[in-house]
Nanobody
Framework: QVQLVESGGGLVQPGGSLRLSCAAS????????MGWYRQAPGKQRELVAG???????NYADSVKGRFTISRDNAKNTVYLQMNSLKPEDTAVYYC??????????????WGQGTQVTVSS
């Protein structure tokens, strides 16, 4: 199995910054894509940013130019640097990984979520 543990959420004022981290552990053989999703109250979960093992990235239009996703393959860790935060960025942020275990099982794994609140 693969476990994802997020950290770095919290309360920040509009215009502020936060950095989220997500570390994957367990019976990991390889991780292909990693990403961050978010879900605001009453809304569907949406992709915020994704990154492949080769470093290719994609972003939701609403966060382009403000958020940066990065990855440390040696540590099986993905980061999300969030700058110029807006109240509409308030949501629970979830880490996601597409991983193959040492038992050759490929799966889609999720973290438990971390709350990000942008408010004055």
């Amino acid at each position: 199995q693969v476990q994802l543990v997020e950290s770095g959420g919290g309360l920040v004022q509009p215009g502020g910054s936060l950095r989220l981290s997500c570390a994957a552990s367990g019976s990991i053989f390889s991780i292909s894509a990693m990403g961050w999703y978010r879900q605001a109250p009453g809304k569907q979960r949406e992709l915020v940013a994704g990154i492949t093992s080769g470093g290719n990235t994609n972003y939701a239009d609403s966060v382009k130019g403000r958020f940066t996703i990065s990855r440390d393959n040696a540590k099986n860790t993905v980061y999300l640097q969030m700058n110029s935060l807006k109240p509409e960025d308030t949501a629970v942020y979830y880490c996601n990984a597409v991983a193959t275990t040492t038992g050759w099982r490929r799966g889609n794994y999720w973290g438990q979520g971390t709350q990000v609140t942008v408010s004055s």
